[in-house]
C-alpha cells in the first residue's frame, strides 16, 4: 500500500514541575532531512531522536519541536548575593569619601544593573524524566506514521483511480484503428492519383511502399507495453515497503508509451484520447511526489 510523506503527530507528557510536548511533522523530500527544536536541557539526546527518526520515517522533511511549560523553569535566575554586597560596600565608601548622600533604594536598583549581580542556575538533567520524554517522542512518531498511513490511502485510491482511466482510454483505441488506417491509405491513393498517371504506377511496388508507411503508424506494440506498464504499476504499489520512487520510474515509461502514441496517432480521436491519458498522468505524477 501507498503511504505518505505529510504526516503529523504529537504527545504530551506531564511531570512533576513541568508540562512537556513534543511535536513532529513532515512533508515531501527526495531524501530524509531531519530538523530539531529541543530545549537545551535535552540537547545531548538530539542524536537519539535523530537515530529514532531514521530508523522508522525512511524520507521526508521531517522536523521534531520539544517544548516545555513549567511550574519552576528550565533556568532558574537568582540574585548573586555576595557581589551585590560587595558592590554596595564599595559604593558606599566612595559616597563617604567623596561626601555624597545615597538613598538605599535606589543605589539597589543601581547594583542590580551592574555585571555579574544575577547568575543563572540551569537544572540538572534528570535520567528518568528523560526516559519518559522519549517515550513520548515515540508515541509521536507512531502517531506520524498512522496520519501518513490515512494519507496513503487517500493517495492510492485516488493514483489508481487515474491509472485505470488510462487503461479505459487505451481500450477505446482499437475502435478507431481501423478507419485510421483507411482514412490514411485513401488519403495516400489520392495524393498519388493528384500527381502520376495511374498507368505509371508499379502496383508491387506501390503495396510495398503502403505496407512500410503503415507499419510506422502501427500502434500495436505500444498498446502492450503501455497495458504492461500499467498493470506493473499496479502491483508494484502493493509491495510493503517504499515505492514511491520506483513508481515515478514506472510513471516515466507510461509516459513514453503515450507520447509514442501521440505521435503515431495521425487521427483526431486518438489524439484526444492521447490528451486524456496525458492529463491523467501528469496528475498521478504530482500525487507521486508526496509517496514515500
Same mark, same amino acid.
Given at each position: ?57 525512511? &524520507? ?24 551585590v554586597e560587595a558592590y554596595y560596600r564599595q559604593l558606599q565608601e566612595l559616597s563617604e569619601k567623596l561626601n555624597i548622600s545615597i538613598d538605599n533604594e535606589p543605589l539597589l536598583s543601581t547594583i542590580i544593573k551592574l555585571p555579574d549581580t544575577l547568575k543563572v542556575e540551569y537544572q540538572a538533567f534528570d535520567e528518568n524524566e528523560w526516559e519518559l520524554i522519549h517515550k513520548g517522542a515515540q508515541e509521536a512518531i507512531a502517531?506520524?506514521? =498512522? ?14 483511480? &487515474? ?23 485513401? &488519403? ?27 507499419? =510506422? ?67 498521478? =505524477? ?7
Amino acid at each position: 500500500m501507498l503511504i505518505s510523506m505529510t504526516g503529523f503527530g504529537k504527545a504530551t507528557i506531564e511531570l512533576e514541575n513541568k508540562k512537556v510536548s513534543i511535536e513532529i511533522k513532515s512533508l515531501n523530500s527526495k531524501q530524509l532531512d531531519i530538523f530539531t527544536r529541543i530545549p537545551n536541557l535535552y540537547k545531548e539526546k538530539d542524536l537519539v531522536l535523530r537515530n529514532d527518526i531514521k530508523k522508522q520515517l525512511e &524520507r521526508g522533511k521531517v522536523e521534531l519541536s520539544i517544548f516545555i511549560e513549567s511550574v519552576g523553569a528550565e533556568k532558574e535566575t537568582k540574585i548573586n548575593q555576595p557581589i551585590v554586597e560587595a558592590y554596595y560596600r564599595q559604593l558606599q565608601e566612595l559616597s563617604e569619601k567623596l561626601n555624597i548622600s545615597i538613598d538605599n533604594e535606589p543605589l539597589l536598583s543601581t547594583i542590580i544593573k551592574l555585571p555579574d549581580t544575577l547568575k543563572v542556575e540551569y537544572q540538572a538533567f534528570d535520567e528518568n524524566e528523560w526516559e519518559l520524554i522519549h517515550k513520548g517522542a515515540q508515541e509521536a512518531i507512531a502517531e506520524l506514521i =498512522k496520519f501518513r498511513t490515512q494519507e496513503g490511502t487517500a493517495l492510492e485510491e485516488d493514483i489508481f483511480s &487515474r491509472i485505470y482511466n488510462i487503461e479505459n482510454l487505451l481500450a477505446q483505441v482499437p475502435q478507431f484503428e481501423e478507419d485510421r488506417i483507411n482514412t490514411i491509405k485513401t &488519403r495516400i491513393n489520392d495524393n498519388l492519383n493528384e500527381f502520376v498517371e495511374k498507368q505509371h504506377i508499379d502496383k508491387n511496388r506501390f503495396e510495398q511502399e503502403m505496407i512500410y508507411y503503415l507499419e =510506422k503508424f502501427d500502434v500495436t506494440e505500444e498498446k502492450v507495453r503501455l497495458a504492461n506498464h500499467c498493470k506493473y504499476f499496479i502491483e508494484t504499489a502493493h509491495i510493503n515497503e517504499a515505492i514511491g520512487k520506483k513508481l515515478g520510474f514506472i510513471a516515466q515509461e507510461i509516459g513514453r508509451e503515450i507520447n509514442t502514441l501521440g505521435s503515431k496517432a495521425n487521427d483526431t480521436n486518438l489524439q484526444k484520447i492521447v490528451i486524456q491519458m496525458k492529463d491523467e498522468l501528469e496528475k498521478i =505524477k504530482e500525487q507521486l511526489l508526496n509517496v514515500l
